[in-house]
Nanobody, 127 residues
Framework: QLQLVESGGGLVQPGGSLRLSCAAS????????IGWFRQAPGKEREGVSC????????YYADSVKGRFAISRDNAKNTVYLQMNSMKAEDTATYYC????????????????????WGQGTQVTVSS
């Protein structure tokens, strides 16, 4: 069974940091791009960041550029999202998603292009 599982969410103060993990089971991430999406209550889903296979070319939404960093460890079949200098507006449920992407170029952030989704992890930024 192909599965993505997120972890690492929680409550953090403004200015703090969290690292989310997206672990794959049932398939290898070697030929998959992974995207991180988030959705806050009453708001549309937003593409946050994505990373290609191989050398890991990445994309970041303007709202997180310079604060978030995506990385992958194919040996552990896991992708990470390091979130620094967090703001209240980062509060959302974060989802990772996988898409077959056998190339090194930056993948799309169109959610409908992603085939596999995790269950989500809640991130709350509040003092």
């Amino acid at each position: 069974q192909l599965q993505l599982v997120e972890s690492g969410g929680g409550l953090v103060q403004p200015g703090g940091s969290l690292r989310l993990s997206c672990a794959a089971s049932g398939f290898s991430l070697d030929y998959y791009a992974i995207g991180w999406f988030r959705q806050a209550p009453g708001k549309e889903r937003e593409g946050v960041s994505c990373i290609s296979r191989g050398n890991g070319d990445a994309y970041y939404a303007d709202s997180v550029k310079g604060r978030f960093a995506i990385s992958r460890d194919n040996a552990k079949n896991t992708v990470y999202l390091q979130m620094n200098s967090m703001k209240a507006e980062d509060t959302a449920t974060y989802y990772c998603a996988g898409m077959y992407w056998p190339r090194s170029s930056i993948p799309t952030m169109r959610a409908d292009e992603y085939d596999y989704w995790g269950q989500g992890t809640q991130v709350t930024v509040s003092s």
